[in-house]
T-cell receptor
Framework: DTEVTQTPKHLVMGMTNKKSLKCEQH?????MYWYKQKAKKPPELMFV???????INESVPSRFSPECPNSSLLNLHLHALQPEDSALYLC?????????????FGSGTRLTVV | GEDVEQSLFLSVREGDSSVINCTYT??????LYWYKQEPGAGLQLLTY?????DMKQDQRLTVLLNKKDKHLSLRIADTQTGDSAIYFC???????????FGTGTLLAVQP
């Protein structure tokens, strides 16, 4: 298995809803990442998990809450989002933290906040 | 901070070569990457180059690296319509674990 699987593929939520995005990999990778991508822009890093511990938070608002229950799973809990949070949310993993190993990306969750 | 810069758009005819350019920010970046993103899809790692190399060839793809100028390019030989996508260069600056993407180049291949 050489994939990163993200669910759901599409999500529409209201500003008062609570939802979660899920990401799963079975490649034995020990670093996992959340990126946010707005239309016609490059992906922007949100969070880095290294050996199941949060190592980088790029000053992301607290309405986004990441969780890494085990080495294969990464969640992003969403609460009280704003319409400007609508974007493609990408999960990635790498063999270990750092540059040398390349990052494998999932196909993303397209989130619309109404 | 500085952006990793790419030209916005490139249009080529099918069968021609495409050259996509990138200027990155950190001379200590050990690896430099090229990713492809098709419409509505995630990111596919195309190739990468180690910083002590000047060139890497992988089938139709050739990567050139000029460390002095912090300039990276991706040449696609015999470009096909299936190559139409957005191409991002990426680096991991310094000792960080942050993969930072360039601004992206939209490649349009005309039949």
């Amino acid at each position: 298995d050489t994939e990163v699987t993200q669910t759901p593929k599409h999500l529409v939520m209201g500003m008062t809803n609570k939802k979660s995005l899920k990401c799963e990999q079975h490649m034995g990778h020990r670093a996992m990442y959340w990126y946010k991508q707005k239309a016609k822009k490059p992906p922007e890093l949100m969070f880095v998990y290294s050996y199941e511990k949060l190592s980088i938070n790029e000053s992301v608002p607290s309405r986004f809450s990441p969780e890494c229950p085990n080495s294969s799973l990464l969640n992003l809990h969403l609460h009280a989002l704003q319409p400007e949070d609508s974007a493609l949310y990408l999960c990635a993993s790498s063999q270990a933290p750092g540059a040398n190993y390349g990052y494998t990306f999932g196909s993303g969750t397209r989130l619309t906040v109404v | 901070g500085e952006d990793v810069e790419q030209s916005l758009f490139l249009s080529v005819r099918e069968g021609d070569s495409s050259v996509i350019n990138c200027t990155y920010t950190d001379s200590s970046s050990t690896y430099l990457y090229w990713y492809k993103q098709e419409p509505g899809a995630g990111l596919q790692l195309l190739t990468y180059i180690f910083s002590n190399m000047d060139m890497k060839q992988d089938q139709r793809l050739t990567v050139l690296l000029n460390k002095k100028d912090k300039h990276l390019s991706l040449r696609i030989a015999d470009t096909q319509t299936g190559d139409s996508a957005i191409y991002f260069c990426a680096e991991v600056p310094g000792a960080t674990n942050k993969l930072i993407f360039g601004t992206g180049t939209l490649l349009a291949v005309q039949p």
